[in-house]
Nanobody, 127 residues
Framework: QVQLVESGGGLVQAGGSLRLSCAAS????????IGWFRQAPGKEREFVAA????????YFADSMKGRFTISRDSAKNTVYLQLNSLKPEDTAVYYC????????????????????WGQGTQVTVSS
C-alpha cells in the first residue's frame, strides 16, 4: 500500500526557510511523479512543484520559480521541497502526491491526476 508522509512544516518568520520532506513507501517509485501542492484556508489546492523520480526532471508553477526547489533522495525514498525567502502568503498546508509517469506536461500540475496523497504539513509564515 502506497504511503506518503510529509514533515518539516512549522512556524517561520518572513524571509526564512524550511525544508519539507515527503517520505514514500509501499512500492518502487522509479516510474512515478511526486508533486507538491499547497492549500490555504478557503482556497483551492495549488500546484507548487513536481519531480519525476527516475530522471529527476522538475516542473514548477511559474510563481514558485526562484524561491522553491524540489529534489529527491532515492536511497531514502524521500522527496524534498526547499522553501526559501518565505512570505506570509506562503502560509498553507503543504501536501505531496504521487502519480504514474505518463508524459511530461500539464498533468503534473493537476491535483486530480494524482492517485496518492499524504496528510499534509502546516507551514505558517509570520510577518
Amino acid at each position: 500500500q502506497v504511503q506518503l508522509v510529509e514533515s518539516g512544516g512549522g512556524l517561520v518568520q518572513a524571509g526564512g526557510s524550511l525544508r519539507l520532506s515527503c517520505a514514500a513507501s509501499g512500492r518502487t517509485f522509479s516510474n512515478y511523479v511526486i508533486g507538491w501542492f499547497r492549500q490555504a484556508p478557503g482556497k483551492e489546492r495549488e500546484f507548487v512543484a513536481a519531480i519525476r523520480w527516475s530522471a529527476g526532471s522538475t516542473y514548477f508553477a511559474d510563481s514558485m520559480k526562484g524561491r522553491f526547489t524540489i529534489s529527491r533522495d532515492s536511497a531514502k525514498n524521500t522527496v524534498y521541497l526547499q522553501l526559501n525567502s518565505l512570505k506570509p502568503e506562503d502560509t498553507a498546508v503543504y501536501y505531496c502526491g504521487a502519480q504514474l509517469f505518463l508524459n511530461y506536461g500539464s498533468r503534473w500540475s493537476r491535483s486530480y491526476d494524482y492517485n496518492y496523497w499524504g496528510q499534509g504539513t502546516q507551514v505558517t509564515v509570520s510577518s
